[in-house]
């Protein structure tokens, strides 16, 4: 997972002309919640936050710099978007103790084709999240899981999942991920008497 860094400064102006002024400049308004529910004002130059804004996960961790000298280890909360001038308008970035595990959820995404598809197969879905705690450094932006390998009448579960000794899934490893069926009019008649 390679770092995702954004550079910050606090800022002491609010209000609504306050941010329009600041988008003009390029800026977009931000604040960063401390765990204890601080709330930091700060502002963030907005090409760099586009040119990671699509491939952010809410469990990629961003290192906030405040200020040139101030290092924090982030989360993004919430992200305000404007569909009509297709721009962020304000970002809400959520601090997180190094030290202390992060009890959380990470998306699941299946990649790759079926083999058992070419027999027929449909791939089904389960489900698209798994619950994991680990420290915010180790915590996967995502857990792709690859189904190629995949025959028909088979599964893939969360005990089958390898996210390295430093995480642990709290998910039951009875839940399935995928699973590759017959098509209702594949499954074989039963035998006639």
Known sequence: MDQKIINGKTRTVIGKSAARRMRKEGRLPAVMY???????????????????????????????????KEDHETFVKDIQYDILSDRVEHVDFYAVDPKKPLHTK??????????????????????TDIV????????????VVDVSNLELKH??????????DKVKIHTSGDATIA???YTKADIPAPAAE
Not at 35 to 57: M, P
Not at 108 to 116: F, Q
Not at 132 to 143: A, F, K, N, S
């Open 34 to 68: 401390g765990s204890k529910g601080e709330a930091t004002l700060i502002d963030i130059d907005e090409k760099e936050f586009s040119k990671i804004y699509h491939l952010i996960t809410e469990s990629t961790l961003i290192d906030l710099k405040l200020d040139g």
């Open 106 to 127: 990470i998306p699941v995404r299946l990649s790759g084709s079926p083999a058992g598809i070419r027999l027929g197969g449909i791939l089904e879905s389960g489900i």
């Open 132 to 143: 994991v705690e680990c420290l915010p450094r180790d915590l996967p932006e995502r857990c």
């Open 155 to 164: 599964s893939i579960h969360v005990r089958d999942l390898k996210l390295g």
């Open 179 to 181: 699973t590759l069926k």
